[in-house]
């Protein structure tokens, strides 16, 4: 089969064709590293990219094939994964100086669950440093670029998650998300990205580890999460690395669904609420048309009942950032950054440097717990909340964020303003690709579900998909380069 055409195939359809022995997992695997070759000079996608561990792991996975071994559900499928979680024996930098050198010892439960079920690692992606920003640079690799204009920022901190994701290197890609840190890159990559509930994926040790003051915050707003080309392979994966590990205290028992088969059925009848600004967040007027026309789709192609709502909470950014730095090693941090902060990114400096105080702390859980019940009582009376995913399409590189949107001034993470709300309250929470703006760029629709429905999130993911489909769809460079 031509190599163009493997990249090209979704998880499902490849793991499929190797158990089957219609491919190689060795097919597979070069053929994937060669569209890499072809695209990463321009993209830098990957910091660490595995090349030999990746052909070594295909050959082994051929002879077990070859022998009759049982195979796992994965088997032979390439994933990329952040460079925030640990694996062993492969460098994790998490984009910071301090760390340039460090490699782990211990795989994150994640790799591990994804290694158990015969994927195939190709590579560390490009992340910010410690993913304290929703940008795609940081002072250690080369900026990852966004596929659909080389000029602009494939979102952030899940950045080269995004853009392998987008362009075919790998059907898979690992990703994490603490503010929005896999439905940004995927709103701006174009491709599709999914923050499961609080739980579903066990987090240790990458998000959690004392040793290390960058990796050790934010542990009851994170989340893992797959970005992938179409909703069913989000599904296939998260079916293989979510369920309980006593290492994480958070972890949730498995599902009491199938993570599949939730992709299936319509939506017709379902109550659906829409936010456009959530009451008070600027949005960029054609980003704004562009999700109003996607929302038309579930209220006059799949049958829902749509209204349009104001959450009624204050914008709770400052909020945000306080319980940041509330689950962050702050003694670590500043002891970092004492060292090597003229090396460090100057936003993470300047956050970490803020004369934080105790009520500071507790002024923001306070904040969060009104955004929580706020939200409870939302969705009590919905099954679906949409909104747009971010509040712009992808802006330049080397910035935090554009200082003005819609003709108001904002603080440059104000793009975030509908993504990390759903940290706060844990809920599931997809951003699929929803249009194109007129300068050729994605626009991401986010689909929210009620407290540990995931299922729906998936099932409604699905239903847009078949009805305004996007995995046809690549970008620029890949059809220049790799597919000519």
Not at 15 to 35: C, G
Not at 278 to 287: K, R, S
Request: proline share 7%.
């Amino acid at each position: 089969m031509p190599s163009n055409e493997i990249c090209q195939m979704n998880a499902v359809e490849l793991a499929a064709q190797i158990r089957a022995k219609q491919l190689s997992p060795v097919e597979v695997i070069d053929a994937v590293l060669a569209r890499m070759d072809q695209l990463e000079p321009h993209l830098h996608a990957f910091c660490t990219p595995t090349p030999e561990l990746a052909r070594a792991e295909a050959k082994r996975i051929e002879q077990g094939i070859v022998r009759g071994d049982a195979m796992g559900p994965l088997a032979g499928v390439p994933v990329s994964i952040k460079d925030l979680i640990f694996t062993k024996g492969i460098r994790t930098v998490s984009g910071c100086v301090a760390y340039r050198d460090f490699v782990p010892d211990e795989d994150d439960i994640v790799v591990e669950r994804l290694t158990a079920a015969g994927a195939i690692i190709l590579g560390k992606t490009n992340v910010t440093e410690f993913g304290y920003s929703a940008a795609s640079h940081n002072p250690v690799f080369e900026t990852t670029r966004n596929p659909w204009d080389l000029a602009r920022t494939s979102g952030g901190s899940s950045a080269g998650a995004g853009v392998a994701s987008a362009t075919g290197m790998g059907p898979l890609a690992i990703g994490s998300d603490g503010g929005g840190s896999v439905r940004i890159p995927a709103s701006f990559c174009g491709t599709y990205g999914i923050k499961p509930s609080f739980g579903r994926i066990p987090l240790y040790p990458g998000s959690r580890d004392e040793r290390y003051p960058g990796a050790s915050g934010w542990e009851s707003i994170e989340c893992y999460g797959p970005l992938t080309r179409t909703v069913r392979d989000s599904a296939l994966t998260l079916s293989v690395v979510t369920g309980p590990d006593m290492r994480d205290r958070h972890s949730l028992p498995h599902a009491d669904f199938e993570w599949l088969k939730s992709c299936e059925g319509g939506l017709r009848g379902k109550r659906v609420a829409f936010s456009r600004d959530w009451g008070y967040a600027a949005v960029d007027p054609e980003v704004a048309d562009i999700v109003a026309q996607a929302v038309h789709v579930f209220e006059r192609d799949l049958g829902c009942i749509v209204e349009e709502v104001n959450p009624g909470w204050e914008d709770p950014a400052a909020a945000f950032a306080g319980v940041m730095i509330g689950e962050t090693d702050l003694r670590g941090m500043r002891e970092m950054i004492a060292q090597h902060g003229r090396q460090m990114s100057s936003h993470m400096v300047d956050l970490m440097s803020r004369p934080w105080t105790a009520e500071d702390l507790t002024s923001a859980n306070v904040a969060r717990k009104a955004v929580v019940n706020k939200m409870g009582r939302l969705m009590a009376r919905y099954d679906l909340l949409l909104t747009p995913t971010a509040s712009i399409a992808a802006f330049p590189v080397h910035m935090q964020g554009p200082d003005k949107i819609a003709g108001r001034y904002v603080r440059p993470e104000s793009f975030l303003a509908f993504t990390f709300p759903l940290n706060f309250t844990g809920q599931p929470a997809a951003s699929v690709p929803a249009g194109f703006t007129r300068d050729g760029l994605p626009v991401g629709l986010q689909i929210v579900g009620r407290h540990l429905d995931d299922a729906m999130v998936l099932r409604a993911s699905a239903a847009f998909e078949a009805a305004q489909p996007w995995a046809h769809r690549w970008p620029p460079i890949v059809t220049s380069l790799a597919l000519s």
